[in-house]
């Protein structure tokens, strides 16, 4: 049932408003679906990111087996593969005074044909009135609260999918809620389907989708509405993933999956693998890159498998030993950014990119620099050049007393060198120190010249930056020494 809008002289109409009681409010949310928010929301527990999982009653530890040491409430399903399923993911307990979780809820509705798609967000707020010192942390000083929103409410149609798909744009029958957000943004920390009236889909637009199937799946999805509204809808890959049981897959966005007979035929094969795995879009890449059963090569690929597929082009390496070779050099996923940067640096200096030899150097953070330099210097022959003789100059400025000495950085090597052993980013000044917009010294012990002690960038006679390791600031006592030094230092500016 719709009701039409006209514009102010009652002639054109403007557009149809469905009339359909709409839920405007937590109190319209029938019991059932209140009952399943609940459930869902009290059975997720806290991790650290140190994979410690504790209760979010009481916060203590929970024993292998999902029970409260303290309270012995039992959880389940909490260790589940997926990321952040059935979890609040924390730093420590030490922030939990203060921690909100936002939740998504998506129940689908069916009025006749129509089906609405209704969105309510969870918050969950632990909040203490008196600031804690963590390892004071107890029940009895932080209170656990919930509160419940209708944020908005979808009607869908087909052809509202359609324009979704076509324009990028949303149209939906909006009424009047308590919030209007963007859902495309991906904010909330874990959305759920509630999957209990799934069965009223086989008589709707959805009826193709087999979206119902996904019944006795667990019911945590992708935090994308457009999952739900377009993509089974108008992929019949969808259909297809639901059909097979790769529910994790579907509700991820894979039916984006270019979808032929080549894959089609590869996808039978794979099907034990991806169904037991749950494998999500990201996953599937990554499988389809490597093509190995192998999980843990999944997760070392997922979310690089672009860059990956660019660094086997250019090497013909083996991912499974370039994931041994990460963590025999213990290196994290990320640093596949910098391996590829250290390949490129390698071709260009004319390195033979098949060789084992260049592909797994015994020190990865070292030849990286090496190369970084290397290439540096041709790029710019004469930047080498110039920092030696700004340095030459700046000697004027050296320093000493009975414990320290303050010098000039003499070369760019020597900055390559200071930024690995102060994991600092001076390396990236080489320009800079060589145009003289900046100057670099190093402060180190006399006993000790070699060590690194301070970075000091200086610019017009002041400094403007000294830092020791991991750039954290000096001693009170250092900084005076510093202070004395930048009274007398000669400014050498730019000719
Ligand atoms: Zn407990």
Sequence with gaps: MTQLKFDDQFET???DIPTHHFWKSKDDIPPQVGEFIRQTSDNRVLMTVNGEYFCPFCFHALDDHGTCIQCKRTYHDYLGRTDSRNRILIHSLSEIPSRVSTTHYYVFDIHGKEVILY???EELYYYSPVPLPPENLDILDVYRSTSLSIQKAYYVEKEDAWELITKRKIHYAQIDMEEDVDLLEDYAEACYLYSENMDLLRHTVYRYSHLFDAKPYGMMISPNFGNLVYGPIYYPAFEY????GFYHLAFDGGYRIS???TMKKWLQEQTDFIQEYQLGYEEFLAFQLCRKRDFSLISFVKGYTELLEEIVKLTHLSLSRLQQYFEEQHLEQEMLIDYYDYLQFAKQLGYNLKDKKVQFPPNFQEAHDTLWLEQEMIQNPTLEKHI?????VLELNRYEDEQYIIFPAPSLSSLVEESEQQQNCVRHYGNRYG???SQIYFMREKKNPHQSL?????????IVQARTKYNDIPSDYLQQVLKRWEQTLIDVRKE
């Design 241 to 244: 993933m639901m059909k097979k």
């Design 259 to 261: 979808y032929d007979k």
């Design 388 to 392: 030696q003789e700004l340095s030459n």
């Design 454 to 462: 301070i970075t000091i960038e200086v610019r017009n006679g002041k």
């Design 13 to 15: 109409i403007i557009e």
């Design 119 to 121: 969105v309510i967000k």
């Design 435 to 437: 145009e003289n917009d």
